[in-house]
């Protein structure tokens, strides 16, 4: 299954509120932090159960997230890398999201301190937010985008199992609660 | 053609779908340099693609401007604002009003091709920000498929026609104005006499002339409804409906109430009324000088007298159009009950005090009984992509499928049953969407502000939010008069947040103290929001961003106790005076020296040291560009599409594309002298023959009229696909020519005005 875009979040608990991580934030966008053409910091503070802070980049949206009432750090793709490879084999998507998402994670707990940000790396939400190219309404898509994510998440955090649970309401795209079990732990310390 | 071209392209209304395929094709010429970025600006503008902060590629970081090294070069979407920078997508809704399946479209976009976040303006529109303009054609596909356009969102063009929200369930209304604000917004919609204005275009209506909800008196047309009772030849008395028009209201750096054009235009004579008006103002309104081009500097420089004079004599010159009449006569509902009525609400629910708060503060009945208004209080303007789709259930289950957007930045339910208002209280809660404090001090409208305009001086969006929460947390809503009052912050001067008309508006300002910037507000106190907005405050002086909150706490609990009974925030403020109450606010107009607070230097919710380095050319005045060139902009794409028939062996196609390609031409010249172009082929070519070869103005000193020639050869007949090549190949020379022909009327205009002037 190929896509152009992917959403992926790992969850945790942000040890301080939101506003406090703005000052780290736009420092990415001055340090040109993680190898991004950074644009812009965008706080949604005010939006209950929102997106939080997005940092807006060229080619992808990071953020400090709280929807589904769950803190996590976010990536979503927003611009191809290659333009000549606007879509991708989904599994590939993830893998990077998720190698994304953990760096930012790692260079966020770096610059606020280890206690700013807890993440477990044993629960993901990652969605396709690309309806043209995985449409909810196809079974298809459904079972090709489970198997793509359990061999993303199980590779990417070497997990000895992981489970993907769909998301209820189909308006939302593609989209999955992912529990990764095993080594999980480990791997994502070290990685973190 | 795009992917969500080729799956949605059927359901979309073919004069929609022409307008995004031309864009898609002006994103094309525009990419490969065969588009000026001027033209390309103001076409991308006319289709709701907005430039943002930061689009010129630097981005102060508190420290030094930063270049931001976007792939894409120096390939540009207008004048410095680069093709790879994200923009911001303008969604019209006609007087707000949008169905659940419309907002459900727009969360999906929200979410795939913005930020996640919808905002909902102080004109009913629908932004999404942080969009790549790559995407904006799918953007617009997809809101096509479900009757959604973007179409003249920007630019100088006609604006969203704005309307009461609880048009059609007010108790003090008329008449029901949605039916009449969608007819003039469709009638006008890409109409040939709005085409050529020198800056935007605002209408609004009301149902009524006390009420806020319509803001008539800031529009360029404000009409509010009016009931006139006629005796017939008959010797019935029957009701007869119509509209009060005012004209050349708006708010900007220098606020101008509209003034009233006539009385009472019956509901018949809206379409051409308003049409005149626009002719007039295309006509005769300023083009060069965008500071000075709202219809508002017209009218200050003919006065009304002589502007009701034009616009009558202009009325009575327009040609008969059969949908002056048709357009109105549909005055059904828009939307009405799906479930049965509730109880009258007497008295206020009890129990919960959460929900009796609510009930207080959001929950309004309407005209008809047993059912109530809810408001959907959006904090700073903003919903989520799954708030918007529980806003949808909400619709889908109690009301009809339908909701309002408001020009106070928040969405009305209508037609909720009293007997469901728990439970769509209870939905709310869930949605995280159910605070009590609609039209309160504490549901603050703000614009974009520095958040991401291009003109934004300070924030006007972080300083809502930190207002926001002050104000919730000490108690505000305590008090009634106080709770009633309005906030509203403004950026710039542009005024886009209506701080102008508020009880207490604040106006983005910049000032220097010790070599350093510092972020400020202007404080304009005693603005009129009732009355359809009907007077503006006074400025007292500028504060410190961080005084902001203590100004407000002051001026509040001054107010709260020195009020006398009955008397309004406005009464109060024209009886203290400015000297008073500058004098009341002087102390906290200091700012401390950088050293000993630094937190002065910084705006609200930005921890950057303040600077206005940001700052670039706006877009809200659009690109100046002649009514000519987009003529001929469109004839060159037309004569592109037949090389590409051509190209593909389709010979038919390409010659009757290029004919089109040569008429479209000849259409920009005629169209730059006169309103009324002929829509037949032939009728046109005679009229440009007598207007520009018979005058030699189509005139090449060695060419003479040949390329007038190789229009004029096709007046009895139409080319045929032999005819392809040679066609092209003229069309290519004649649009080349009528290139030259619209510089030289140009710089024959300018030299007259200025001749004119001396």
Same mark, same amino acid.
């Given at each position: 299954?190929?896509?152009?875009?992917?959403?992926?979040?790992?969850?945790?608990?942000?040890?301080?509120?939101?506003?406090?991580?703005?000052?780290?934030?736009?420092?990415? %966008?001055?340090?040109?932090?993680?190898?991004?053409?950074?644009?812009?910091?965008?706080?949604?503070?005010?939006?209950?159960?929102?997106?939080?802070? =997005?940092?807006?980049?060229?080619?992808?949206?990071? /953020?400090?997230?709280?929807?589904?009432?769950?803190?996590?750090?976010?990536?979503?793709?927003?611009?191809?890398?290659?333009?000549?490879?606007?879509?991708?084999?989904?599994?590939?998507?993830?893998?990077?999201?998720?190698?994304?998402?953990?760096?930012?994670?790692?260079?966020?707990?770096?610059?606020?301190?280890?206690?700013?940000?807890?993440?477990?790396?044993?629960?993901?939400?990652?969605?396709?937010?690309?309806?043209?190219?995985?449409?909810? #309404?196809?079974?298809?898509?459904?079972?090709?985008?489970?198997?793509?994510?359990?061999?993303?998440?199980?590779?990417?955090?070497? *997990?000895?199992?992981?489970?993907?649970?769909?998301?209820?309401?189909?308006?939302?795209?593609?989209?999955?609660?992912?529990?990764?079990?095993?080594?999980?732990?480990?791997?994502?310390?070290?990685?973190? | 053609?795009?992917?969500?071209?080729?799956?949605?392209? $059927?359901?979309?209304?073919?004069?929609?779908?022409?307008?995004?395929?031309?864009?898609?094709?002006?994103?094309?010429?525009?990419?490969?340099?065969?588009?000026?970025?001027?033209?390309? *600006? @103001?076409?991308?503008?006319?289709?709701?693609?907005?430039?943002?902060?930061?689009?010129?590629?630097?981005?102060?970081?508190?420290?030094?401007?930063?270049?931001?090294?976007?792939?894409?070069?120096?390939?540009?979407?207008?004048?410095?604002?680069?093709?790879?920078?994200?923009?911001?997508?303008?969604?019209?809704?006609?007087?707000?009003?949008?169905?659940?399946?419309?907002?459900?479209?727009?969360?999906?976009?929200?979410?795939?091709?913005?930020?996640?976040?919808?905002?909902?303006?102080?004109?009913?529109?629908?932004?999404?920000?942080?969009?790549?303009?790559?995407?904006?054609?799918?953007?617009?596909?997809?809101?096509?498929?479900?009757?959604?356009?973007?179409?003249?969102?920007?630019?100088?063009?006609?604006?969203?026609?704005?309307?009461?929200?609880?048009?059609?369930?007010?108790?003090?209304?008329?008449?029901?104005?949605?039916?009449?604000?969608?007819?003039?917004?469709?009638?006008?919609?890409?109409?040939?006499?709005?085409?050529?204005?020198?800056?935007?275009?605002?209408?609004?209506?009301?149902?009524?002339?006390?009420?806020?909800?319509?803001?008539?008196?800031?529009?360029?047309?404000?009409?509010?409804?009016?009931?006139?009772?006629?005796?017939?030849?008959?010797?019935?008395?029957?009701?007869?409906?119509?509209?009060?028009?005012?004209?050349?209201?708006?708010?900007?750096?220098?606020?101008?109430?509209?003034?009233?054009?006539?009385?009472?235009?019956?509901?018949?004579?809206?379409?051409?009324?308003?049409?005149?008006?626009?002719?007039?103002?295309?006509?005769? /309104?300023?083009?060069?000088?965008?500071?000075?081009?709202?219809?508002? +500097?017209?009218?200050?420089?003919?006065?009304?007298?002589?502007?009701?004079?034009?616009?009558?004599?202009?009325?009575?010159?327009?040609?008969?159009?059969?949908?002056?009449?048709?357009?109105?006569?549909?005055?059904?509902?828009?939307?009405?009950?799906?479930?049965? !009525?509730?109880?009258?609400?007497?008295?206020?629910?009890?129990?919960?005090?959460?929900? =009796?708060?609510?009930?207080?503060?959001?929950?309004?009945?309407?005209?008809?009984?047993?059912?109530?208004? %809810?408001?959907?209080?959006?904090?700073?303007?903003?919903?989520?992509?799954?708030?918007?789709?529980?806003?949808?259930?909400?619709?889908?289950?109690?009301?009809?499928?339908?909701?309002?957007?408001?020009?106070?930045?928040?969405?009305?339910?209508?037609?909720?049953?009293?007997?469901?208002?728990?439970?769509?209280?209870?939905?709310?809660?869930?949605? /995280?969407?159910? @605070?009590?404090?609609?039209?309160? &001090?504490?549901? &603050?409208?703000?614009?974009?502000?520095?958040?991401?305009?291009?003109?934004?001086?300070?924030?006007?969006? /972080?300083?809502?939010?930190?207002?926001?929460? &002050?104000?919730?947390?000490?108690?505000?809503?305590?008090?009634?008069?106080?709770?009633?009052?309005?906030?509203?912050?403004?950026?710039?001067?542009?005024?886009?947040?209506?701080?102008?008309?508020?009880?207490?508006?604040?106006?983005? =300002?910049?000032?220097?103290?010790?070599?350093?910037?510092?972020?400020? +507000?202007?404080?304009?106190?005693?603005?009129?929001?009732?009355?359809? !907005?009907?007077?503006?405050?006074?400025?007292?002086?500028?504060?410190?961003?961080?005084?902001?909150?203590?100004?407000?706490?002051?001026? %509040?609990?001054?107010?709260?106790?020195?009020?006398?009974?009955?008397?309004?925030?406005?009464?109060?403020?024209?009886?203290?005076?400015?000297?008073?109450?500058?004098?009341?606010?002087?102390?906290?107009?200091?700012?401390?020296?950088?050293?000993?607070?630094?937190?002065?230097?910084?705006?609200?919710?930005?921890?950057?040291?303040?600077?206005?380095?940001?700052?670039?050319?706006?877009?809200?005045?659009?690109?100046?560009?002649?009514?000519?060139?987009?003529?001929?902009?469109?004839?060159?794409?037309?004569?592109?599409?037949?090389?590409?028939?051509?190209?593909?062996?389709?010979?038919?196609?390409?010659?009757?594309?290029?004919?089109?390609?040569?008429?479209?031409?000849?259409?920009?010249?005629?169209?730059?002298?006169? +309103?009324?172009?002929?829509?037949?082929?032939?009728?046109?070519?005679?009229?440009?023959?007598?207007?520009?070869?018979?005058?030699?103005?189509?005139?090449?000193?060695?060419?003479?009229?040949?390329?007038?020639?190789?229009?004029?050869?096709?007046?009895?007949?139409?080319?045929?696909?032999?005819?392809?090549? #040679?066609?092209?190949?003229?069309?290519?020379?004649?649009?080349?020519?009528?290139?030259?022909?619209?510089?030289?009327?140009?710089?024959?205009?300018?030299?007259?005005?200025?001749? $004119?002037?001396?």
């Amino acid at each position: 299954m190929e896509s152009t875009r992917i959403d992926v979040k790992v969850c945790g608990r942000f040890g301080r509120p939101l506003e406090a991580f703005l000052p780290a934030l736009h420092g990415w %966008v001055a340090t040109g932090a993680l190898d991004e053409t950074w644009v812009d910091v965008a706080p949604y503070l005010h939006v209950p159960d929102g997106p939080g802070i =997005v940092v807006v980049a060229h080619h992808a949206l990071y /953020g400090l997230d709280q929807r589904d009432g769950i803190d996590g750090l976010r990536y979503q793709t927003r611009r191809p890398r290659e333009p000549r490879r606007s879509r991708r084999p989904l599994e590939e998507l993830v893998t990077e999201g998720i190698a994304r998402v953990l760096a930012a994670a790692s260079d966020l707990r770096e610059r606020c301190g280890d206690d700013a940000l807890e993440i477990d790396t044993s629960r993901w939400i990652i969605g396709v937010p690309d309806r043209l190219n995985a449409p909810a #309404d196809d079974e298809v898509a459904w079972a090709e985008g489970r198997i793509a994510l359990e061999r993303a998440v199980s590779t990417a955090l070497g *997990a000895a199992a992981v489970r993907c649970v769909p998301d209820t309401d189909a308006r939302r795209g593609l989209r999955w609660r992912v529990a990764a079990q095993g080594t999980v732990g480990e791997r994502a310390s070290q990685t973190v | 053609m795009s992917n969500w071209e080729i799956r949605l392209g $059927a359901e979309v209304l073919p004069e929609r779908a022409a307008d995004i395929r031309a864009f898609q094709q002006a994103m094309a010429a525009r990419r490969n340099g065969r588009l000026d970025e001027r033209l390309f *600006a @103001e076409l991308r503008l006319r289709q709701g693609v907005y430039g943002q902060r930061y689009d010129n590629g630097h981005r102060h970081d508190g420290h030094a401007s930063r270049r931001i090294d976007f792939p894409c070069g120096d390939v540009t979407k207008g004048p410095e604002t680069l093709w790879d920078a994200p923009g911001m997508q303008r969604i019209k809704i006609p007087y707000g009003g949008l169905d659940a399946r419309q907002l459900e479209v727009i969360a999906e976009l929200a979410e795939e091709y913005a930020d996640g976040i919808l905002h909902v303006t102080t004109r009913q529109d629908i932004q999404l920000h942080f969009v790549h303009i790559e995407d904006t054609p799918d953007i617009m596909w997809r809101l096509a498929a479900v009757g959604i356009t973007t179409k003249e969102a920007c630019g100088n063009a006609v604006r969203n026609v704005t309307a009461c929200p609880l048009a059609g369930v007010c108790n003090d209304e008329s008449f029901d104005v949605t039916p009449y604000a969608e007819a003039v917004a469709r009638f006008l919609l890409g109409h040939p006499d709005t085409q050529d204005f020198g800056r935007k275009f605002k209408i609004a209506f009301s149902g009524c002339e006390d009420h806020p909800c319509g803001l008539a008196r800031i529009h360029d047309i404000g009409a509010v409804a009016k009931v006139r009772r006629v005796k017939a030849g008959d010797g019935v008395v029957r009701t007869e409906r119509g509209f009060a028009l005012y004209v050349g209201g708006g708010l900007g750096a220098v606020p101008h109430r509209a003034e009233l054009l006539d009385a009472f235009v019956p509901v018949e004579e809206l379409l051409p009324t308003c049409q005149a008006v626009c002719r007039v103002f295309a006509a005769l /309104g300023e083009k060069k000088n965008r500071a000075r081009a709202r219809l508002k +500097f017209l009218l200050k420089r003919l006065g009304i007298e002589e502007f009701r004079r034009l616009v009558a004599a202009e009325r009575e010159r327009l040609p008969f159009d059969p949908r002056w009449r048709t357009e109105v006569e549909d005055v059904d509902p828009r939307d009405g009950p799906s479930r049965p !009525a509730g109880p009258v609400l007497r008295v206020r629910p009890t129990g919960d005090p959460d929900f =009796v708060a609510f009930v207080d503060r959001n929950v309004r009945p309407q005209a008809q009984p047993g059912y109530s208004v %809810v408001t959907v209080a959006l904090p700073l303007g903003d919903l989520s992509a799954d708030q918007a789709r529980a806003l949808a259930d909400l619709a889908r289950t109690y009301a009809d499928g339908h909701l309002r957007a408001t020009v106070e930045q928040n969405f009305v339910l209508r037609w909720i049953s009293n007997a469901d208002l728990r439970a769509v209280y209870d939905d709310l809660v869930a949605a /995280g969407l159910a @605070e009590p404090v609609a039209a309160s &001090i504490v549901d &603050i409208t703000s614009c974009p502000g520095t958040d991401t305009c291009k003109l934004g001086i300070s924030s006007s969006r /972080g300083l809502s939010a930190t207002l926001r929460s &002050i104000l919730v947390e000490e108690g505000m809503l305590a008090d009634e008069a106080v709770a009633a009052l309005r906030i509203k912050v403004s950026g710039c001067f542009n005024s886009c947040g209506q701080h102008h008309v508020a009880d207490l508006g604040f106006l983005g =300002v910049s000032r220097n103290v010790d070599g350093r910037r510092v972020p400020h +507000f202007q404080v304009v106190l005693g603005g009129q929001w009732s009355a359809n !907005a009907n007077a503006t405050g006074i400025a007292i002086g500028a504060v410190p961003a961080r005084r902001v909150p203590d100004v407000v706490r002051r001026l %509040v609990r001054a107010y709260a106790t020195e009020r006398a009974p009955g008397e309004t925030f406005r009464a109060w403020v024209e009886r203290l005076g400015r000297k008073t109450l500058r004098e009341r606010l002087s102390d906290l107009t200091a700012v401390p020296p950088f050293g000993t607070d630094p937190e002065f230097y910084r705006d609200h919710l930005d921890p950057r040291i303040y600077g206005i380095g940001d700052m670039a050319q706006g877009e809200c005045a659009g690109e100046m560009v002649s009514v000519a060139k987009f003529g001929l902009a469109d004839a060159d794409r037309l004569l592109d599409e037949a090389l590409d028939a051509l190209d593909e062996g389709r010979s038919a196609d390409a010659a009757r594309l290029s004919f089109e390609s040569l008429l479209a031409g000849a259409r920009a010249l005629v169209r730059a002298q006169t +309103f009324d172009v002929p829509d037949e082929p032939r009728a046109l070519l005679c009229t440009f023959e007598a207007r520009f070869v018979a005058t030699r103005l189509f005139w090449d000193e060695h060419a003479k009229d040949k390329f007038a020639r190789y229009l004029l050869r096709w007046r009895d007949r139409k080319p045929g696909p032999d005819d392809a090549e #040679d066609v092209i190949r003229e069309a290519r020379l004649f649009i080349d020519h009528a290139y030259r022909v619209e510089a030289n009327m140009g710089a024959m205009a300018a030299h007259l005005s200025s001749e $004119a002037r001396a």
